[in-house]
């Protein structure tokens, strides 16, 4: 009966973590779409005229 909880146990991690790693690809791909669409989408900087869109 342990070993039964057990094995039930460890397939509840495994699905939770495959479900999470599967969540955090999509994300991942989402943040490299937003920023290769930076490059093509730039507003001019204010201070020197140099185009960028990020902040830092």
Do not use: E, Q
Request: net charge positive; glycine share 10%; hydrophobic share 70%.
């Amino acid at each position: 009966m342990g070993a039964l909880l057990l094995v039930l146990l460890l397939a509840v991690v495994l699905f939770g973590l495959g479900f999470a790693v599967k969540v955090l690809w999509w994300v991942a791909l989402f943040v490299l779409a937003v920023w290769l669409l930076g490059f093509v989408v730039r507003t001019v900087d204010d201070a020197g005229g140099r185009r960028r869109w990020y902040r830092w």
